[in-house]
């Protein structure tokens, strides 16, 4: 059975409304990064962007909205959140199966040409440091000088006082904004299980996640990084320039320019 286009809408919507009980100011860090990739790439005809751990789509479409010449490439390794990327946001990028870090990820994108952004969200938190120091340094090399990594995520103050007042402060904000009718990620996909145009995906999704992957662990743990962190593996790996936009509580966008 096939995904009909009227059932991915409706499960990319319910994906929308459970993410922003997690991401504070949601839209408005999608705007920023929108903001960055924008200025970062003025003058280019078709900017060539990949977007790190893809998910259903959902920063893509809204790049592609902002910059309809762009060429966006979507990478993940859940099948499912791909499966609901390719039938609801079928025009925003080119969806890439793939696993950030691991092996052969590169060269499963396909690019062709050096990179003028790459940009994430809540995703790159979840992969353990030796994977997280390789993958900057991967996309360093893929970018094109002046070219920029813009990643939207959960990122710490670095230190106890600094870090609990900044997450305190956030979670007040979340409070604030949250309007109470919005399921949580549990319960989102305990409702994927129960539709039966998703069911292949998500059988592949479970068998995916019951396999150890070597090396670096299984990656499903926040690897606790602080913007400090980040920011000095980003130079470690050759980034130029790196400076936070945006933040609310521990909501982050960072940018390293190449």
């Known amino acids: 059975m096939g995904l009909s286009m009227a059932v991915a809408e409706w499960w990319v919507e319910r994906w929308e409304r459970q993410q922003r009980r997690y991401a504070i100011d949601r839209e408005e860090r999608f705007t920023v990064i929108a903001d960055v990739v924008e200025h970062v790439t003025v003058g280019q005809r078709r900017p060539l962007v990949v977007d790190l751990g893809c998910g259903p789509g959902s920063l893509a479409a809204r790049l592609v909205e902002r910059l309809p010449g762009a060429e966006v490439i979507g990478v993940d390794m859940d099948p499912l959140l791909l499966e609901l990327a390719r039938t609801h946001h079928s025009s925003a990028a080119r969806y890439v199966d793939a696993m950030i870090g691991a092996d052969g990820w590169i060269e499963a994108l396909s690019l062709g040409r050096p990179l003028d952004a790459a940009v994430s969200t809540t995703a790159l938190h979840y992969l353990p440091v030796p994977a997280l120091r390789r993958t900057y340094a991967q996309l360093a090399a893929l970018l094109r000088p002046g070219g920029a990594l813009v990643n939207g995520d959960h990122l710490p103050q670095s230190g106890a006082v600094a870090g609990a007042l900044a997450a305190h402060v956030g979670r007040c904000r979340a409070r604030r904004l949250?309007?109470?009718?919005?399921?949580?990620?549990?319960?989102?996909?305990?409702?994927?299980?129960?539709?039966?145009?998703?069911?292949?995906?998500?059988?592949?999704?479970?068998?995916?996640?019951?396999?150890?992957?070597?090396?670096?662990?299984?990656?499903?743990?926040?690897?606790?990084?602080?913007?400090?962190?980040?920011?000095?593996?980003?130079?470690?790996?050759?980034?130029?320039h790196v400076v936070p936009v945006w933040q609310f509580g521990d909501s982050c966008v960072l940018v390293g320019i190449r």
């Open 178 to 240: 949250r309007d109470g009718d919005h399921e949580d990620w549990e319960s989102w996909w305990a409702a994927v299980a129960a539709e039966p145009e998703l069911a292949e995906p998500l059988a592949e999704r479970r068998r995916r996640l019951s396999v150890p992957v070597a090396g670096d662990g299984d990656g499903a743990a926040d690897n606790g990084l602080s913007v400090s962190d980040h920011t000095a593996l980003l130079r470690e790996a050759g980034f130029a």
